[in-house]
């Protein structure tokens, strides 16, 4: 097999992976329905990129790589499959490369897996473990969202959704936390623990499982091991590692001591801000130092970690405000964001969070604990839902999430559309203020506007 199609090659998971099979000597092309930036970077390795579905651009290849987002009606998967060409989803693809590289490192949770796959990819990275790479961020050090390495070890985030990461092969597993997302694919919240347990239990008897104590979900998934290794990490020093004496540090870090088994450790001191990234860092740290990274190299390590992108990202500054856009789209991310950047800015300007919900389906299901996420912002502006892979189903909108909102934040605007967003912002900052961008969606383009 030397010939590989993606069938949707701009998104993440599949440009990833193609990237890392080219580098791997493989023959790659791929379609996609728009040209985009990352289209363009694949075209600019090498790689054969053709803007729009047709089946006679399958021709030649012995595999056929799709992602779910394409739909079944595909014309070049109907073909694939017509023509009997293999054809793999894109995370069953990466479970067989997690295979064929030996030792496979999954990290998943609901909230903080990108940070953490990055966190543990450039750790690992750094002390020397030459680790391949696959993560749904951007990353600076590797310019992209892949490395191709030459040891063991395979790094990967990990998603949840529709049971996504139940086609992977991991040895060793880090998971962050469980929480209910993706009301669309996980009705209850009973669905997600079970398909976390179902995660577990692929780890092989001699497997490795690090785990965030302080989640009581998390941490019910020690249950579903036989013979596992299980590592805790959290607040609490009867967990294996642990973190107290939490500080901020200027001018957007954040610091704790660090111990292991009630033991003194020294001091883990990040570039990044937030409690969350601290929870991140020591998932990295654990992961790492159980796999023989020294600690002194590890702490170095996070010590220059400057985040991924859309994750607290300073984009720049808009006559003395500063721009930050973060990919936080649930309530509970939106409260640890938030809680981050009000700890920086305590006694400055003013904290802006301009939101763009994400799914019909989560800020329905959801919409009470949406209603409470923003309190740490001192004005709230609300775009209208971002309906990705969804149509609107009518019963559910940003006005509805206005009014709730109103009853816990005295200042929630619902302006619906970014250029009355973009008008109200370009009058009303002032220096001193922090403009945050937050969501999952495009909502990103109105911090991009104003900085240009």
Same mark, same amino acid.
């Not at 097999?1 to 023959?27: S, T, V």
């Not at 990055?118 to 490395?147: K, W």
């Given at each position: 097999?030397?010939?590989?199609?993606?069938?949707?090659?701009?998104?993440?998971?599949?440009?990833?992976?193609?990237?890392?099979?080219?580098?791997?000597?493989?023959?790659i092309s791929g379609s996609d329905m728009h040209q985009t930036r990352e289209t363009?970077?694949?075209?600019?390795?090498?790689?054969?990129?053709?803007?729009?579905?047709?089946?006679?651009?399958?021709?030649?290849?012995?595999?056929?790589?799709?992602?779910?987002?394409?739909?079944?009606?595909?014309?070049?998967?109907?073909?694939?499959?017509? *023509?009997?060409?293999?054809?793999?989803?894109?995370?069953?693809?990466?479970?067989?490369?997690?295979?064929?590289?030996?030792?496979?490192?999954?990290?998943?949770?609901?909230?903080?897996?990108?940070?953490?796959?990055?966190?543990?990819?450039?750790?690992?990275?750094? +002390?020397?473990?030459?680790?391949?790479?696959?993560?749904?961020?951007?990353?600076?050090?590797?310019?992209?969202?892949?490395?191709?390495?030459?040891?063991?070890?395979?790094?990967?985030?990990?998603?949840?959704?529709?049971?996504?990461?139940?086609?992977?092969?991991?040895?060793?597993?880090?998971?962050?936390?469980?929480?209910?997302?993706?009301p669309d694919c996980f009705p209850t919240f009973a669905d997600v623990i079970k398909?976390?347990?179902?995660?577990? *239990?692929?780890?092989?008897?001699? +497997?490795?499982?690090?785990?965030?104590?302080?989640?009581?979900?998390?941490?019910?998934?020690?249950?579903?091991?036989?013979?596992?290794?299980?590592?805790?990490?959290?607040?609490?020093?009867?967990?294996?590692?642990?973190?107290?004496?939490?500080?901020?540090?200027?001018?957007?870090?954040?610091?704790?001591?660090?111990?292991?088994?009630?033991?003194?450790?020294?001091?883990?001191?990040?570039?990044?801000?937030?409690?969350?990234?601290?929870?991140?860092?020591?998932?990295?740290?654990?992961?790492?130092?159980?796999?023989?990274?020294?600690?002194?190299?590890?702490?170095?390590?996070?010590?220059?970690?400057?985040?991924?992108?859309?994750?607290?990202?300073?984009?720049?500054?808009?006559?003395?405000?500063?721009?930050?856009?973060?990919?936080?789209?649930?309530?509970?991310?939106?409260?640890?964001?938030?809680?981050?950047?009000?700890?920086?800015?305590?006694?400055?300007?003013?904290?802006?969070?301009?939101?763009?919900?994400?799914?019909?389906?989560?800020?329905?299901?959801?919409?009470?604990?949406?209603?409470?996420?923003?309190?740490?912002?001192?004005?709230?502006?609300?775009?209208?839902?971002?309906?990705?892979?969804?149509?609107?189903? +009518?019963?559910?909108?940003?006005?509805?999430?206005?009014?709730?909102?109103?009853?816990?934040?005295?200042?929630?605007?619902?302006?619906?559309?970014?250029?009355?967003?973009?008008?109200?912002?370009?009058?009303?900052?002032?220096?001193?203020?922090?403009?945050?961008?937050?969501?999952?969606?495009?909502?990103?383009?109105?911090?991009?506007?104003?900085?240009?």
């Open positions: 097999m030397k010939h590989l199609h993606f069938i949707g090659i701009g998104g993440a998971r599949l440009r990833g992976l193609a990237k890392l099979y080219y580098d791997r000597g493989y023959e363009e970077d694949l075209v600019k390795r090498g790689i054969k990129v053709m803007i729009g579905h047709n089946p006679e651009q399958i021709t030649g290849a012995d595999l056929v790589v799709y992602t779910n987002a394409v739909g079944e009606d595909n014309p070049e998967l109907i073909a694939a499959k017509k *023509q009997g060409i293999p054809v793999l989803e894109g995370a069953e693809l990466l479970g067989q490369l997690m295979s064929e590289v030996g030792t496979g490192i999954a990290i998943a949770g609901t909230h903080g897996k990108t940070t953490t796959t990055a966190m543990t990819a450039q750790v690992l990275t750094e +002390g020397g473990l030459d680790p391949t790479v696959f993560i749904g961020g951007e990353l600076s050090i590797f310019n992209g969202n892949h490395r191709t390495g030459n040891s063991q070890y395979m790094v990967v985030e990990a998603c949840e959704f529709r049971n996504s990461f139940l086609k992977l092969n991991p040895t060793i597993e880090l998971i962050t936390n469980v929480d209910w997302d993706h398909t976390f347990q179902d995660f577990v *239990q692929l780890l092989p008897p001699d +497997g490795l499982l690090v785990v965030w104590g302080d989640d009581p979900k998390a941490a019910e998934l020690k249950k579903s091991l036989t013979s596992q290794k299980c590592i805790t990490f959290g607040y609490q020093e009867d967990f294996d590692w642990s973190v107290s004496e939490i500080k901020a540090v200027e001018p957007l870090g954040i610091s704790a001591r660090l111990k292991y088994r009630g033991r003194d450790q020294g001091e883990l001191v990040l570039r990044v801000p937030g409690k969350h990234n601290l929870q991140n860092a020591l998932g990295a740290l654990a992961l790492a130092t159980e796999l023989g990274v020294e600690l002194n190299t590890v702490l170095k390590s996070l010590a220059s970690f400057t985040g991924v992108r859309k994750r607290f990202e300073i984009k720049g500054d808009y006559q003395g405000t500063l721009v930050v856009d973060d990919y936080a789209h649930h309530p509970a991310a939106i409260k640890v964001t938030l809680a981050a950047a009000k700890e920086f800015f305590k006694g400055k300007g003013r904290i802006w969070c301009a939101f763009q919900p994400h799914l019909y389906s989560r800020t329905k299901h959801l919409l009470q604990e949406f209603a409470q996420a923003f309190q740490d912002a001192d004005v709230l502006l609300l775009a209208d839902i971002f309906p990705a892979r969804e149509t609107d189903p +009518g019963d559910i909108s940003s006005g509805d999430l206005a009014r709730e909102a109103s009853k816990y934040h005295h200042d929630v605007r619902y302006l619906g559309d970014f250029d009355r967003i973009y008008e109200l912002l370009k009058t009303q900052l002032q220096p001193g203020d922090l403009l945050i961008t937050m969501g999952a969606g495009n909502i990103w383009t109105v911090g991009e506007r104003l900085l240009k």
